[in-house]
């Protein structure tokens, strides 16, 4: 499978060499890319440590990372642009970006709307952060209460619906943060491998993640639909199976203060190279 993938990024880079010198690349994304020199990419600014705004206003995190060694690879310049749960596949369909790469869970719902990129890259649950003060550790102990939530995010649904949570929700980490100190909410909603970043700071001493997490899903880099098997996402995939065979996503976790993850070890050990 690896060796086809490399053969239809080898054969889309070919493509992109004759097509990005031409007047008009029609809806080719690649050659519109290679054309420009520029990757537009999508990211949020507010993800602690996959994406997110440092002190001088410049992107950074692993998903920032990411994205940056695939312009690289692709010759050209990576510019991200903000997106935010509720607006990130509204800005790839309205080509305000070329490619999302925005903790987005592939789920079978999206796929209607965005082409997610295989393989994926990344993957987490759900569950809640909660004050140590609280003493739960069934979900149903917790149903009919009220817990804080980013717009937009995948896992909001089914914690409203399955296990009967209201779910308070609203733009930004920030403003769920604020509102679940102010009482708002008894704890966090949000995908575990943010959880456990926040608990390996100090600020969040006395908080607690005691439940079981759910619906362990893959995060997956979108493309527009009809990119998904043109030259743009077939060299994307390509890309991205590079990165987990060569080991560049499990470095990239350890220099993000992420500790490895199984799915990424799982991928590193399904895709590495057999000959040693």
């Known amino acids: ?11 889309a880079f070919a493509f992109v060499g004759f097509s990005a010198s031409a007047q008009s690349c029609g809806d080719d994304t690649l050659c519109k890319v290679k054309a420009s020199g520029v990757l537009k990419v999508g990211t949020k600014d507010d993800y602690v440590p996959w994406s997110y705004r440092a002190s001088d206003g410049s992107f950074k995190g692993m998903e920032v990372d990411i994205g940056k060694k695939i312009a690289e690879t692709l010759g050209v310049k990576a510019e991200f642009v903000k997106v935010t749960s509720a607006n990130r596949f509204e800005f790839l369909a309205q080509g305000q970006i070329d490619l999302m790469i925005a903790s987005a869970s592939d789920t079978a ?3 209607k709307v965005v082409a997610f990129v295989h393989p994926n890259y990344y993957s987490s649950g759900y569950t809640l952060l909660l004050p140590k003060a609280v003493t739960a550790t069934e979900w149903s102990q917790l149903a009919d209460q009220t817990v804080c ?71 997956g ?8 098997f043109a030259p743009f996402g077939l060299s994307i995939s ?9 080991g560049t996503l499990l470095a990239l976790e350890k220099e993000h203060g992420i500790a490895n993850s199984a799915f990424l070890i ?11």
């Open 149 to 219: 939530a980013v717009q937009g995010a995948w896992y909001n649904k089914p914690a409203q619906e399955e296990l009967k949570l209201k779910v308070l929700a609203f733009a930004g980490t920030a403003e769920t943060e604020a509102a679940m100190t102010q009482g708002r909410c008894i704890g966090l909603l949000e995908d575990d491998n943010q959880i456990n970043v926040r608990l390996s700071n100090q600020k969040w001493a006395e908080y607690q993640k005691p439940l079981s997490s759910q619906a362990d899903t893959p995060w």
């Open 221 to 228: 880099m979108a493309v527009r639909q009809r990119d998904q």
């Open 1 to 11: 499978m690896f060796k086809l993938k490399a053969i239809f990024l080898a054969t």
């Open 109 to 111: 719902e999206r796929r």
């Open 266 to 276: 799982k991928m590193h050990d399904a895709l590495k190279d057999h000959v040693n």
């Open 238 to 246: 390509g890309i991205i199976s590079e990165m987990h065979r060569d």
